[in-house]
């Protein structure tokens, strides 16, 4: 069974957050302090041991299902340092471990590229998305990623051309595609709208 | 039913009480085909005008030109193995399926353990061979109830030298389930292949330490196995048979003429599925492919592997 299904075009789709009863030790990941879907995570007990990398502030109010004695909670100032962390704590544990990701698109990817590094399989890892839906796109003309676009047409930064946004999503590279739009009648832009809040 | 060929046996050699070795050749001119490791074929033989269809898994290496398997004589259940070891001569030809792959290996782990209790050495000795060649980061774990039964041994500790550990019944030892599973690296993956007793063991421990079902891997063949005679109904062919007590389900079917689908006739693959339209006694479903569900709900049986309890069986077949 795997923990994403396909909607149309490849496009992921993130169910929320559950405790995974079959695994013996757990490793949340919080890339965006989601209120919201934190306190709905915690509905239920934790089935083990869990630990916690957190991109922010330890004393976040989000945090405070998590203030137990026995939950230990390292925090990150950004995004790079944490994923980092997560590589070296993957890398060293044991089997049994259930990986669970909470935030923007990107870094669940990233969350989910480190697990694989290390021979994670799909049951052992969940990925849901909170705070926002801006999404990493992968500019197919000059291999540029972006992150957090809001957009369907945005400008690449790398080769500055006209990007649409497409549903299609790459899970090896964990980001949407983006075709140059004004390919067949240059400078023919249609509008820009915010379809990714 | 699978594609099928000739072989000739062109060497039989006794490995241990009850077990013999066999290395079959393609006939003059033709060749045989590649294997991945992890596969088996399917012998098909017949003693006292009995058809019995076996399958074991190829313990050889990919590239030789012949194949491989080791048989151990079962008294109950599994007839061809009588004919593998009593009748069998080099020279002899034998039909058997292409190969077929239900145990294949998984490359994306970071290390592999494999389990081995018995016979079940044979899928075993396969996956060594090709983590060798692969230099994946494997180690062996090889039960039997005593020395003699030792059987392989030579090639696996060539293949794995440092890491292969053996366990003997007679001297009370036994892989150490809990501890094996207990403290692996992420992207471990076990595979086992033994008696069923082992297999669940195995597999339990694995779940109790957390482990997911994606890294668990085991191959069971499953021996049609007696039962009170029966009769089961053609439905769509209109033919009705009776099935002895000593022969399966698929087999009567095959018998009659007709053609089920099959590949593993072990009650893995799901091939032969048959659609159950009525029947007036208990089912004994003994496959592996249906789920416990699917298994109560009388609508489905595995012919392969499994019966019924006397009576009447009507399939849509
Ligand atoms: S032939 Fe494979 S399950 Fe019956
Ligand atoms: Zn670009």
Redesign the interface.
């Known amino acids: 069974m795997s923990a994403y299904t396909y909607r149309v075009r490849s496009q992921p789709n993130y169910p929320s957050l559950k405790w995974d009863v079959?695994?013996?030790?757990h490793l949340l990941v919080i890339l965006d302090l989601d209120t919201n879907s934190i306190a709905e995570l915690c509905r239920s007990p934790c089935p083990?041991p869990l630990e916690i990398l957190v991109r922010g502030e330890a004393t976040h109010p989000a945090l405070i299902p998590f203030n137990k004695a026995n939950i230990l909670i390292h925090s990150f100032a950004s995004m790079d340092t944490l994923i980092v962390a997560l590589e070296n704590a993957?890398?060293q544990?044991?089997?049994?471990?259930?990986l669970y990701a909470l935030g923007h698109e990107d870094g669940l990817w990233k969350c989910n590229k480190a697990?694989?590094k290390?021979?994670?399989?799909?049951?052992?890892i969940q990925l849901a998305q909170a705070s926002t839906t801006g999404r990493p796109v992968y500019c197919v003309h000059c291999g540029h990623h972006m992150n957090l676009i809001h957009t369907n047409i945005t400008v690449c930064t790398g080769c500055k051309r006209h990007l649409l946004v497409r549903d299609h999503f790459s899970r090896l590279l964990g980001a949407y595609m983006g075709f140059q739009i004004d390919a067949e009648s240059p400078g023919l832009i249609p509008a820009v709208e915010e379809v990714f809040p | 039913m699978s594609a099928m060929r000739n072989v000739v046996v062109s060497r039989i050699q006794s490995l241990a009480p009850g077990i013999k070795e066999f290395t079959f050749v393609a006939p003059p001119g033709e060749e045989l085909s590649r294997f991945s490791a992890g596969s088996h074929i399917v012998i098909h033989s017949v003693l006292k005008g009995k058809p019995h269809h076996n399958p074991y898994s190829l313990l050889g290496s990919p590239d030789d030109p012949h194949w491989r398997i080791a048989v151990r004589r079962q008294e109950v259940s599994r007839g061809g193995t009588a004919y593998m070891h009593e009748e069998l001569k080099e020279g002899d030809t034998l039909r058997v399926s292409e190969p077929i792959n239900l145990f294949p290996l998984v490359r994306?782990?970071?290390?592999y353990i494999l389990v081995a209790g018995g016979i079940g050495v044979t899928p075993i000795l396969s996956h060594a061979r090709e983590m060798s060649r692969l230099k994946m980061d494997f180690e062996v774990h090889y039960a039997v109830r005593s020395a003699e039964f030792l059987v392989l041994s030579d090639e696996l500790r060539a293949l794995a030298p440092g890491r292969f550990y053996t366990y003997f019944d007679s001297e009370q030892e036994r892989p150490d389930f809990k501890q094996l599973?207990?403290?692996?690296?992420?992207?471990?993956h076990i595979y086992v292949c033994g008696p069923s007793g082992m297999i669940d063991a195995c597999l339990n421990a694995g779940?109790a330490?957390?482990?997911?079902?994606?890294?668990l891997h085991s191959e069971k063949f499953l021996a049609a196995e007696h039962g009170e005679e029966f009769t089961v109904v053609a439905a769509q062919s209109n033919v009705t048979i009776t099935v002895a007590s000593d022969t399966s389900l698929l087999d009567a079917l095959e018998e009659a003429g007709l053609n089920p689908p099959c590949l593993c006739r072990g009650g893995a693959c799901g091939q032969c599925e048959a659609e159950v339209v009525s029947c007036d006694s208990e089912f004994e479903h003994r496959d592996i492919f249906l789920t416990d569900a699917e298994k109560s709900s009388r609508k489905k049986i595995m012919p392969c592997v499994s019966r019924v309890k006397g009576g009447t069986l009507i399939l849509n077949i």
């Open positions: 079959s695994g013996a030790r083990g993957l890398d544990t044991t089997m049994g471990l259930r697990g694989q290390v021979g994670m399989s799909r049951d052992e | 994306l782990g970071r290390k599973f207990g403290n692996q690296p992420l992207g471990t779940r330490a957390g482990w997911p079902e994606s890294h």
